[in-house]
């Protein structure tokens, strides 16, 4: 009857077991899908604000002319290439 009692709890002990594992395994892939979904919203955000910005510049461009853009466009684009070739010639 001891034999008996001792298998059956090897038997319950595995199963507990399993079940903790299951229970891990389940609460991880629950962290990663939450992960997942912050992520997602978080590029949904960040689509918007360029889409706002994008609809932004173009009014812009529409009501300040598009020689006048184009010249500032360019010069902040010669500036940051200047910056940039200029701190690799320096370090």
């Given at each position: 009857?001891?034999?008996?009692?001792?298998?059956?709890?090897?038997?319950?002990?595995g199963q507990v077991s399993s079940l903790k594992n299951?229970?891990?395994?389940?609460?991880?892939?629950?962290?990663?899908?939450?992960?997942?979904?912050?992520?997602?919203?978080?590029?949904?955000?960040?689509?918007?604000?360029?889409?706002?910005?994008?609809?932004?510049?173009?009014?812009?461009?529409?009501?300040?002319?598009?020689r006048r853009i184009m010249t500032m466009v360019l010069?902040?684009?010669?500036?940051?290439?200047?910056?940039?070739?200029?701190?690799?010639?320096?370090?």
């Open positions: 009857m001891n034999d008996q009692n001792e298998r059956r709890l090897e038997t319950l002990s299951v229970t891990y395994d389940i609460y991880s892939r629950a962290n990663d899908y939450t992960r997942i979904d912050r992520a997602t919203e978080s590029f949904s955000g960040l689509s918007n604000s360029v889409k706002k910005s994008t609809e932004n510049f173009f009014r812009v461009v529409r009501s300040a002319g598009r010069a902040i684009v010669g500036s940051i290439l200047i910056i940039y070739y200029a701190s690799k010639w320096f370090f």
